[in-house]
């Protein structure tokens, strides 16, 4: 994107901005919101993971294209793990995901750019590209820990004293400082009171931590500051700091926010869920902090069936309600998977105020439904967010005196009448997914919400025409085809068993059980429906004539691709393995129930062999402690905590909550798993994970997921480096999944008590295993480590 059509161009912000004047809200660029009064236009980042320098390099001018104007890069040094460390199925996105755990966040050797990515060389060529581009590089820094399994003498630069403890013992140990008079008492946890120093929290943390850096020496202050300006002197834009979380806030305000703001770094902490008081202590430092807070909110309790889009209007529904300027908003990363309702919490964040930062593993760079939402923001966007309307399914807010968003989570066009900012004035509407409508000369306009999707309106001379046509726009919205569309799948099914089909539209029934299809020849089924305009679908397996309980695995399918491959089942069912486990009247829908009875969701992947699941779906491992009666704990998600600034390092989560979600390896810490620990893998709460991922891997949760590194790895996707690690269940595997359009939350949607619990609490099943084991030493309750 050239600087012309950013309105405010990152690198003429990010260069020079003092922790000083962030912390003092000055940047009011910093965060990609532009402050009231100013010319509407805002900034966008991308987060380009998993993706070697050298081709970040030849695909930059498709991302500057798309309209991103900065990216958000993994850390750059000589590491513990490599590719080959890394398996194909992650807590959160489910099998299929073949970067977990994240690399970059397991540091050997900082005075050495060589990595997994590529050379130095490459790095800084990559860097000078996107520069050519008009974007901005922000890199991942990861200066909480070093890498598992490696003595501690054995790393270059630093010996054991350097450390503040040795690996190999209980994480609560590394929790905090056990000098610290706030949480320890002759060195043992202290003041459940306090959210940080919960025992439960600190102390059932089993899994070998990381080995964490002591910021009191000079040797590693000095091994900072070397990197930081070596990072600096390739041509960063600006650093996100790892696992902030685990690190206290003297350390950023003393050392890394200075020394950023002397290199001309802008800089954002991952810092994981929290009290707002207790997150705005980072953003004092000097920087922008990762908004989990905002994150949880919408995947838990705003863009989920039977969610409530009022939960998004007040003070509590994240930092960026309280300080806009300093939040780095996001709706998935490596870590965490996104809501269910994927898209339409794109939108939101989008079109909203704060600094968007979107996960490349869930997006296509072509995609003209999110090139439209990019060109709104930097063209049409400005201003603080003052809601107009909102409901359970509707929210309709301007930016003030800019433009007008409304986003509709409901399964039928709503019309509401408004106050805007224009008297006497025709409106557009720039995304293509409603109708053109005027102000009239009181000041009130109808606004039309699309089912399931958003509009944008904002004055006819605002900024001409979208370069995207309204009708290549498939991102909301039912833009109503002309005739029948038949969809066709081969997919294997047991005797007595049918293929169903699902979508964001009504005539798929909104992400519901489905619609039966017809077997035409062998495996081959097919679906014919009144063409409903641009929709994602999926399919689901169940007993014929019934309803269809197992997921298809992977992302969701869309209008465009009427017979894609199919993805295989959640299940694991192949036509050979045996003859089918979709549950006829309860649904199991993907192992056998051999121990209790399955009376509340569906048990999708694995064994239910102790107890009842009576509340949410176990969608892959066996729950073997007791009855899992709501909270989802998918795979390695800590559903309850949040712990997005832990490091990442590839192994597991040591014991806390990550990121308020997926606790990537760690030990289920207290939360919502309460008959025990699910041990297998995510057990979300009633969601049934293959449900709509409209780009990410399965889970059904859609995947976003975006991040925390170190801890959890942080952002987006892995679950180790979780930064908001979010917790388990993804958006759409509740059974109704419903993706990122909407439907009626009556009609396709489980009741609330159904839904995918994600409690602040955390749950945090393990993935075990070697390095996964050991992955960081939290600082904290939360155990992230991305």
């Known amino acids: 994107m050239s600087e012309g059509n950013t309105g405010v161009h990152r690198r003429d912000v990010l260069k020079g901005i003092s922790g000083a004047a962030v912390a003092s809200g000055v940047a009011s660029g910093a965060s990609g919101t532009v402050a009231a009064g100013d010319a509407p236009g805002e900034t966008t980042m991308l987060q380009y993971f998993h993706t070697d320098w050298t081709e970040m390099e030849a695909n930059m001018s498709t991302v500057a294209d798309a309209g991103f104007d900065a990216i958000h890069v993994p850390a750059p040094q000589e590491s513990v793990l490599t590719e080959d460390d890394q398996g194909d199925e992650h807590p959160e996105y489910g099998p299929n995901y073949p970067y977990h755990p994240p690399l970059g966040y397991q540091p050997f050797d900082r005075t050495s750019l060589d990595s997994e990515f590529g050379t130095e060389t490459q790095f800084r060529s990559m860097i000078d590209e996107a520069h050519d581009q008009g974007i901005d590089v922000i890199v991942d820094i990861v ?221 296509d760079f072509d995609d003209p439904g999110l090139q439209n939402l990019l060109w709104i923001r930097s063209t049409l966007l400005g201003g603080s967010a003052i809601t107009r309307y909102v409901d359970e399914d509707v929210i309709i807010y301007e930016r003030e005196d800019n433009a007008v968003v409304a986003l509709n989570k409901s399964g039928s066009e709503r019309t509401e009448d408004v106050s805007v900012p224009w008297t006497d004035e025709p409106l557009q509407e720039y995304t293509g997914n409603a109708d053109d409508t005027e102000a009239d000369a009181d000041g009130w306009s109808e606004i039309t919400a699309p089912a399931g999707g958003w509009a944008v309106y904002a004055p006819e001379d605002a900024a001409g025409d979208p370069p995207v046509e309204n009708d290549d726009l498939d991102g909301g919205g039912d833009d109503g085809g002309d005739g029948e569309l038949t969809l066709r799948i081969d997919a294997p099914t047991a005797e007595g068993e049918s293929v169903y089909f699902t979508g964001t539209v009504s005539e798929l029934t909104g992400w519901g059980t489905g619609v039966e299809g017809t077997n035409v020849d062998g495996d081959t089924w097919e679906l014919t429906i009144d063409d409903p305009g641009s929709f994602e679908w999926k399919t689901r397996r169940g007993p014929s004539a019934g309803d269809g309980d197992v997921w298809e695995d992977g992302s969701n399918h869309t209008s465009e691709t009427t017979a894609p491959s199919h993805q295989g089942w959640e299940d694991g069912f192949d036509g050979t393995n045996d003859d089918g486990d979709s549950d006829d009247g309860g649904s199991d829908d993907g192992g056998s129930d051999d121990g209790g009875s399955d009376d509340g969701g569906s048990d999708d992947g694995g064994s239910d062999d102790g107890g009842s699941d009576d509340g949410g779906s176990d969608d892959g491992g066996s729950d073997d402690g007791g009855s899992d009666d709501g909270g989802s704990d998918d795979g390695g998600s800590d559903d309850g905590g949040s712990d997005d600034g832990g490091s990442d390092g590839g192994g597991s989560d040591d014991g806390g909550s990550d990121d308020g979600g997926s606790d990537d390896g760690g030990s289920d810490d207290g939360s919502s798993d309460d008959g025990g620990s699910d041990d297998g893998s995510s057990d979300d709460g009633g969601s049934d994970d293959g449900g709509p991922d409209d780009g990410g891997s399965d889970n059904g949760a859609n995947g976003e997921a975006d991040e925390s590194d170190a801890d959890a790895d942080d952002d987006d996707v892995s679950a180790s480096e979780s930064e908001t690690d979010d917790g388990d269940d993804t958006a759409a595997e509740d059974e109704t999944n419903d993706s990122d359009a909407g439907t009626p939350e009556d009609d396709t949607g489980p009741a609330d008590d159904d839904l995918p619990g994600f409690g602040i609490g955390a749950t945090v099943s393990a993935i075990g295993g070697g390095l996964l084991a050991g992955k960081r030493l939290l600082e904290d309750d939360t155990g992230d480590s991305s």
């Open 143 to 363: 200066l909480n820990h070093n890498g598992a399994s490696v003595p501690l003498d054995d790393f270059p630069n630093v010996d054991s004293e350097h450390f503040y403890q040795e690996g190999g013992i209980e994480g609560w140990e590394y929790a905090f400082d056990p000098n610290d008079d706030d949480c320890f008492e002759d060195g043992e946890p202290k003041d459940p009171n306090r959210w940080e120093c919960d025992p439960w929290r600190i102390e059932h943390h089993d899994l070998v931590g990381l080995p964490t850096l002591d910021w009191t020496t000079d040797t590693v202050q000095d091994l900072a500051y070397d990197y930081l300006q070596l990072i600096a002197d390739c041509g960063a834009d600006g650093v996100r700091w790892d696992a902030a979380k685990h690190m206290h806030n003297w350390v950023f305000e003393d050392f890394l926010n200075p020394w950023a703001d002397e290199l001309g770094l802008y800089t954002v902490g991952e810092v994981l869920f929290g009290p707002i008081g207790y997150i705005d202590e980072y953003a004092q430092t000097g920087m922008d902090i990762t908004d989990y807070a905002l994150f949880y909110t919408m995947r838990e309790e705003a863009f989920t069936t039977g969610g409530d889009f009022r939960t998004l209007d007040g003070d509590d529904a994240g930092y960026v309600a309280q300080n806009p300027f300093q939040s780095l908003t996001m709706i998935a990363n490596h870590d965490s998977a996104p809501p269910e309702l994927e898209a339409l919490a794109r939108a939101f964040i989008l079109t909203y105020e704060g600094y968007p930062r979107v996960y490349n593993y869930l997006i």
